[in-house]
Each structure stands twice: as C-alpha cells, then as structure tokens.
C-alpha cells in the first residue's frame, strides 16, 4: 500500500562504476569527489577484473565523508555469451578472488592483438598500439580502449558507433574469450564477504528468454543473490521488466550509473532514478561491509 520510496530504496546509492584502473577515464579519487560532488550516499568502485583501485577508492570516500562498499565487475563466460558479475561489499584482499581474477586477466593481451589482426584485415592497422595508449593499466586492456582509439583516428564517430561497427559478435574486430565460469565468480565474490550481483540483464538479449532463464537460474544456483534494475545499461521499460523478475525470483535489487568517463558515459554518477520502492535493495544486506 505504500507507494512513497522508502527510506532504503530512496538511497542515492552507484554502486557501478569505473576508473582508470580498468576501463573508465577518471582515477579513483576523481570518482569519488564526482560521486560526492553529485550527492551521490552510498559508492562502490567496480573496475573489470582488477581491485587495485580498492583502497584507494575507500580512502578517498573516507575523506569526503562518503559511505563506500569494496566492489569489483568480474567478466564470465556462460554459454557463448559474455556475463558480468559484480560483487559488493568484499574484502579487496582475499586471496582466493585476487588469484581467480589474475587468471581472468590473463589472456587480454592476447586478445587485444589478435582483434587488432582482425581490424588490420579489414583495413584499420594499427589497433593495438593505439589501444595501448589509451590503457592506464595494460593488463586491463579491454574492448573500450580500442574503440577510443578508433574514435580518436576518425574511424568512428563515438564508441556507440564503434560496438555497432566493430568488436561485436558478426563484425570485424571480434575476437570470441573463455572468461571465468559463472559459479566459480559467485563463489569468490562469496568467499571474500560480498554478494553477487548480476549486472545489467537486459544487456544479454542474444540469449533469448530461455537462455535468460537458464542464466537466472545458474546464478542463483551458484550463490548469486541479487540483479541490478536500475542501471545506466538499461531503458526505463527494462527497469520495470527486470524490477518484476527480481519480485519474482526473490532477487535483492541494484542500482549503478556504469559511469565511465564524463565524455561517454550516459548516465554521470548517482543520476539514475531511484529503486522502485516495492524492491530490496542489496545494501540491506551489506550494512555490516560498508566502510565510513
Ligand atoms: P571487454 O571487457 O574488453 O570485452 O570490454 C567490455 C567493455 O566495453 C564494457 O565494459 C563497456 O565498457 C564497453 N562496451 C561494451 N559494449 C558497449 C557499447 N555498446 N557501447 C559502449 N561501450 C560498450
Ligand atoms: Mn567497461
Ligand atoms: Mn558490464
Ligand atoms: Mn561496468
């Protein structure tokens, strides 16, 4: 019956984001200063793969008085689709995800030159090195910065028209990646303290309603408890679709702007509408795993 936010799902909460330590343009402490800045209550750091930007992160929420949940977006691979998995509220310092995500890094390199091959093929050399540039950390070289590289030559117009164009599934540039196995995700994220979010659903549409099921389930059968609704990645239809599916399955709900960088980004830090009310919100369950 009540139909006002309540005080939990009103909470300007982002807990999305990246910086320069994997794919976003911003360090850690710009970040934070943005998130305080845009009154955003409660912010989580969530670079790909990598929590090296953790403790700085937090020692920049503490200065500025703002509440920070560890986190990280942890690349699977699950069916021939591509999932991520963010965790929230872990310890940045367990062993056992800080070795699983050293081996989910492990192969990028690889990767980046064999979708340069492929670009030089169709007739866009040079994919690599200029990748490389625009990488504040090489070990993270990812998708992203090859296209600001085709964005900075003039190849494309922006990097919307780089994954329409380029490095998708279909188009030059792609280049298919084991990444880790969902279960095995979920299990360190849980193992270091945190929860396990499924990050924007609505971007694995290839799957089609059977394969987003069986992901659901898969999910929830490793550990995974809660989705993210709310997301820069999804339309306000897709709010409503994934706030039902989260109902549904007993799902705790997320909310996160994936802000990447002031230039390409949407959605800025703590932007997003709130939470639907009628949703629990994953920081209810995370209370004790927030570091002021
Ligand atoms: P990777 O981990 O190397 O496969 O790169 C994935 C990253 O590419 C994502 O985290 C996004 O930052 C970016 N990305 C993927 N799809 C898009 C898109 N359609 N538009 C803009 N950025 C995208
Ligand atoms: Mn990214
Ligand atoms: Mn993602
Ligand atoms: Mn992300």
């Known amino acids: 019956m009540n139909d006002a936010p309540g005080p939990d799902t ?7 984001s990246h910086s320069v330590v994997s794919d976003g343009t911003l360090t850690p402490e710009a970040l934070a200063e943005r998130a305080h800045r845009n009154g955003v209550q409660l912010w989580s750091l969530t670079d790909h793969d990598e929590l090296a930007g953790q403790h700085r992160a937090a020692a920049a929420a503490r200065r500025l008085g703002l509440a920070y949940l560890c986190g990280v977006e942890i690349s699977v691979s699950f069916a021939s689709e591509t999932v991520h998995i963010v965790g929230l509220g872990i310890d940045p310092d367990d062993p056992t ?3 699983g995500l050293a081996a989910t890094r492990d192969g990028r390199d690889r990767r980046a030159r064999l ?12 994919a690599y090195e200029g990748a490389l540039r625009f990488a504040g950390n090489p070990a993270l070289i990812s998708r992203t910065h090859v296209a600001r590289h085709l964005v900075e030559t003039g190849v494309c117009r922006d990097t919307g ?6 490095l998708v599934p279909g188009q030059p540039g792609y280049v298919p990646h084991r990444w880790a196995a969902l279960d095995a995700a979920v299990g360190w994220i849980r193992g270091a303290g945190g929860v396990a979010v499924l990050a924007h659903p609505g971007r694995y549409q290839r ?3 059977l394969g987003e099921h069986a992901l659901f389930e898969a999910f929830q059968a490793a550990g995974g ?5 709310v997301t820069g990645s999804h339309s306000p239809d897709q709010y409503a679709t994934y706030a ?11 909310r996160g702007s994936d802000f990447h960088s002031p230039q390409e980004s949407r959605v800025d ?4 509408p709130p939470l639907p009310a009628t949703l629990v919100p994953v920081w209810e369950a995370l209370r004790t795993r927030v570091l002021r």
């Not at 028209?161 to 380029?166: A, H, L, P, S, Y």
Request: hydrophobic share 55%; glycine share 12%; proline share 2%.
């Open 115 to 126: 979708m340069a091959d492929a670009l030089a093929q169709a007739g866009v050399p040079g």
């Open 269 to 272: 830090l703590g932007g997003l």
């Open 10 to 16: 009103a909470l300007n909460a982002d807990l999305h």
């Open 161 to 166: 028209e780089v994954f329409r164009r380029f």
């Open 244 to 254: 039902e599916l989260a109902r549904q399955r007993g799902l705790m709900a997320s």
């Open 207 to 209: 799957l089609g309603s």
């Open 97 to 99: 995800l800080v070795q």
């Open 225 to 229: 408890e809660a989705v993210e609704v």
